[in-house]
């Protein structure tokens, strides 16, 4: 096959000459002919490859085109059978490259498994403890920190120190993330706050004043902070109660940023790839 494939596999086979292999040449085959070979030699077409194989002196095979049909591709693996060369073949399924996956097999079938990201199996774990321990520690050293700014919070302005916020998370499944409250309690989002009036403000701010686009917003000069909440909001000293979410496993201390649901509503197919991750 002549392709990216091929012409990845050609280079990294180059510049890696400890392995000890040398590109012969290609094959072409019916979806991928000669129009560009990356300076490949040609051996032929793949229907010619028995008696090609043999003059060439080939080693290795290796396949590249995902379309290459079940007939021609058995053919190909008995010619290498029978001249005792090494068959490979490269994964069909678009985008494996950024996949991590396995060889094994099922009621002695061979299958490759794929997972969705690296962290199953020990990799979940070791990432879990190093949360933990950093969640732990972090709250322990900022203790007398974060209880000057919950004095600063409380003196500035009525209402409770924490807000809690719905989000979206792993799995889709929602839960409360803690913030430091940064505005005045009436202007708060959510159940036990400002309720449906402060949901209707917060959407014409939006409306005159939003600096994002797409489904994530963000109010400029927002008028709803409070004096002390514009210092923490400037050092992004508001997010720190969260760690009490890495530390009950809700969250990760290195992980997507956690939306709410009606900005999750706007999401395309493809950004619904956050929630395999914390």
Same mark, same amino acid.
């Given at each position: 096959g002549v392709n990216d494939t091929t012409y990845a596999l050609t280079r990294e086979l180059a510049a890696t000459q400890s392995l000890g292999y040398r590109v012969v040449g290609v094959f072409t085959t019916p979806r991928q002919p000669a129009n560009q070979s990356f300076g490949i030699p040609i051996l032929g077409d793949v229907t010619d490859f028995a008696t090609r194989a043999l003059k060439a002196t080939i080693d290795d095979v290796v396949i590249t085109d995902p379309n290459l049909s079940n007939e021609t591709r058995l053919a190909v693996i008995e010619s290498c059978e029978q001249e005792r060369i090494d068959f490979r073949e490269t994964p069909s399924f678009v985008g494996v490259r950024t996949l991590l996956f396995d060889l094994g097999d099922l009621a002695g079938i061979p299958l490759l498994t794929y997972y969705r990201t690296p962290l199953d199996g020990w990799g979940r774990i070791v990432k879990r403890m190093i949360d933990v321990v950093g969640a732990l520690v972090g709250l322990i050293i900022l203790a007398p920190f974060l209880g000057l700014l919950a004095l600063a919070i409380k003196l500035d302005s009525h209402g409770p120190i924490l807000y809690r916020n719905q989000r979206i998370g792993e799995n889709a499944e929602p839960f409360s993330t803690l913030k430091f409250r940064t505005m005045f309690l009436t202007y708060c989002?959510?159940?036990?706050?400002?309720?449906? +009036?402060?949901?209707?403000?917060?959407?014409?701010?939006?409306?005159? $004043?939003?600096?994002?686009? @797409?489904?994530?917003?963000?109010?400029?000069?927002?008028?709803?902070?409070?004096?002390?909440?514009?210092?923490?909001?400037?050092?992004?000293? +508001?997010?720190?109660?969260?760690?009490?979410?890495?530390?009950?496993? $809700?969250?990760?201390?290195? @992980?997507?940023?956690?939306?709410?649901?009606?900005?999750?509503?706007?999401?395309?197919?493809?950004?619904?790839?956050?929630?395999?991750v914390k």
């Open positions: 989002t959510g159940e036990g706050y400002g309720g449906s +009036d402060a949901l209707a403000y917060e959407q014409a701010l939006i409306a005159k $004043q939003n600096t994002r686009s @797409g489904a994530l917003y963000k109010v400029g000069n927002d008028p709803r902070v409070t004096r002390v909440g514009r210092f923490i909001r400037r050092f992004s000293l +508001d997010e720190f109660p969260q760690l009490w979410n890495v530390l009950v496993g $809700q969250m990760s201390l290195v @992980g997507p940023r956690p939306h709410q649901p009606r900005e999750v509503d706007k999401y395309e197919p493809w950004h619904k790839k956050l929630f395999s």
